[in-house]
């Protein structure tokens, strides 16, 4: 815990930074994002290439609705590529996806304001089966998180694997066009991309972002691909993590099991004549935009009708953002809330807690199990602590449009970020960058990689139902003036590097790689800070 000494230290730097406003911008900003590409990219053409899109399309009763998704990397991204322009390849999910693109499966966005193109491909069942449920997210994912849940490892899901991302490969190419293009691919669904597309077009700069934890040599081995799904990441020009111990992990399962030379004082890998830099850049979200968006009309009209609706009065609001996932632990969230009834029962009707639960593929046994123990903990807690109808803690499950989560964030007194494993964590970041009055708390889980930025948290082990607990009546009872301090401190940090800080990194970085025929001596070349 920081004493309150230094967060009141943390605080005055951070009204110190609020006044230099009147000068300029304390942060980097889309602005500053859109002229760092005039200067740095030129004529080259960005693509952005993902599994999940950042806008989807919605038929409701013959009526189309668009939804801005609410992942914190399709946020994030959004924000990026609205600066610099260019195009987006990802899976079209919604269900009216279809019919909004045109003859080339495209369609502009943001709707209504269009600054870049989505192109849309289509994965029929069995891709989704194979690819994203079955190698991604039963082998992958578990393999990565290590959260004790065993991986799965079926080769006609490898197999499935290959062929999608051949295919998101196929299409980044055609639109890069035959000019100078980077392709900036996202995540462990799309590893082998780059080998793809290298066989074709050497020449393109290529990047891979892997935004979940990369786990130690000796867990990695378990892999039965694990050289394949190496070889083919070493195809890319720059791997980026969002911690340095990913990047550590990343080349010690290289030494482990490839015949490469690996550098870890510059943090490069040279396999075969090609150099891949591995780097790490912590994610940030668009601070100022959220912000702005807290203060508007709109979202505090929003709040004051979710205050209504739930009949707070003068009681105190928890707020949890999450997939039901088993990394992000919410049935050890809801044991810590079960914890603090029994603990300290002066909170019986003066605490409640929100839960928003986006069901997540559900077509996994494990990821229904979540839901159906989320569901449980929920029902017993206020089978034991409700009264009078009222319950104690609810929970949405439906994907909320990030619009629809900025009312949440303003109206919750505490925010529970308690994940298992996170690679990062956005919701930490956009929780605090929609509390511009600092009226606020965070819980945080030390096994994110946001912990290592925001130093006024409440740190809390998920593990620890005692601590969790403690935690949520630390911060409840905290004085106004330690709490403000504390959210004077997170907003200061998520404010000193956003994300335009970390996508101007990350493309400088690679954008800085000559093309083929490979580099052959010095890393790539930051942006300096002035």
């Not at 990047?247 to 075969?272: G, I, P």
Request: aromatic share 8%; glycine share 6%.
């Amino acid at each position: 815990m920081r004493s309150l000494d230094h967060l009141r230290r943390l605080a005055r730097r951070a009204a110190a930074r609020a006044h230099d406003r009147q000068s300029g911008p304390p942060f980097t900003s889309r602005a500053d994002l859109e002229g760092w590409a005039r200067t740095h990219l030129k004529r080259q053409r960005l693509v952005i290439v993902s599994n999940r899109e950042p806008y989807s399309h919605l038929d409701e009763g013959g009526a189309v609705r668009w939804v801005r998704n609410a992942g914190g990397l399709t946020v994030a991204l959004d924000a990026v590529a609205r600066a610099v322009g260019g195009v987006w390849v990802a899976h079209g999910s919604g269900s009216a996806d279809r019919q909004t693109v045109d003859e080339k499966d495209h369609v502009g966005c943001p709707p209504g304001q269009p600054r870049y193109a989505l192109r849309r491909l289509w994965l029929s069942p069995d891709d989704h089966e194979r690819y994203y449920a079955g190698f991604s997210n039963s082998a992958l994912w578990p393999l990565c998180h290590i959260a004790y849940v065993r991986p799965r490892f079926e080769r006609a899901d490898w197999e499935r694997y290959q062929d999608v991302n051949r295919r998101f490969a196929e299409a980044a190419i055609e639109e890069a066009g035959t000019g100078p293009a980077l392709v900036f691919v996202q995540d462990y669904h799309l590893a082998l991309a780059a080998r793809f597309i290298k066989q074709r077009r050497p020449d393109l700069r290529v990047a891979l972002f892997w935004h979940i934890p990369w786990p130690n040599a000796e867990v990695f081995r378990r892999l039965p691909w694990r050289a394949e799904l190496l070889e083919g990441m070493l195809s890319y020009d720059l791997l980026a993590f969002h911690i340095h111990l990913h990047a550590l992990n990343f080349l010690d399962s290289v030494a482990d099991t490839l015949e490469a030379r690996v550098d870890r004082e510059r943090q490069v890998v040279t396999r075969r004549g090609h150099r891949t830099w591995v780097r790490h850049y912590p994610m940030g979200v668009d601070v100022e935009e959220i912000s702005a968006m807290a203060e508007m009309p709109e979202t505090l009209e929003g709040e004051r009708r979710l205050r209504e609706r739930l009949g707070l009065g003068e009681a105190r609001l928890g707020l949890g953002v999450d997939r039901l996932d088993y990394t992000k632990g919410v049935p050890e969230r809801l044991a810590g809330i079960e914890r603090l009834f029994e603990k300290h029962p002066e909170w019986r009707g003066r605490f409640r807690f929100l839960q928003v639960g986006v069901p997540s593929r559900i077509e996994l046994d494990e990821y229904r199990s979540v839901q159906q123990r989320a569901r449980e903990g929920v029902a017993r807690i206020n089978e034991r602590f409700g009264s009078d109808g009222v319950p104690v803690v609810e929970m949405i499950e439906e994907n909320l449009d990030f619009r629809e989560l900025l009312p949440l964030f303003r109206a919750a007194d505490l925010c529970a970020v308690t994940s298992l494993h996170d690679g990062m964590n956005l919701v930490a970041k956009e929780y605090v960058a929609a509390s511009p009055d600092l009226e606020g708390a965070l819980l945080l889980s030390p096994f994110t990689g946001a912990a290592r930025e925001l130093e006024g948290a409440w740190m809390v082990s998920p593990y620890d139902c005692e601590g969790l607990a403690d935690a949520f009546h630390d911060a409840l009872t905290a004085a106004p003036e330690a709490r403000r301090a504390r959210m004077a401190a997170l907003r200061e940090a998520a404010a000193r590097r956003t994300i335009f800080d970390w996508a101007m990194d990350v493309l400088d970085a690679v954008a800085s790689i000559p093309a083929a025929p490979p580099v052959t001596s010095g890393a790539p070349a930051r942006r300096r800070r002035h």
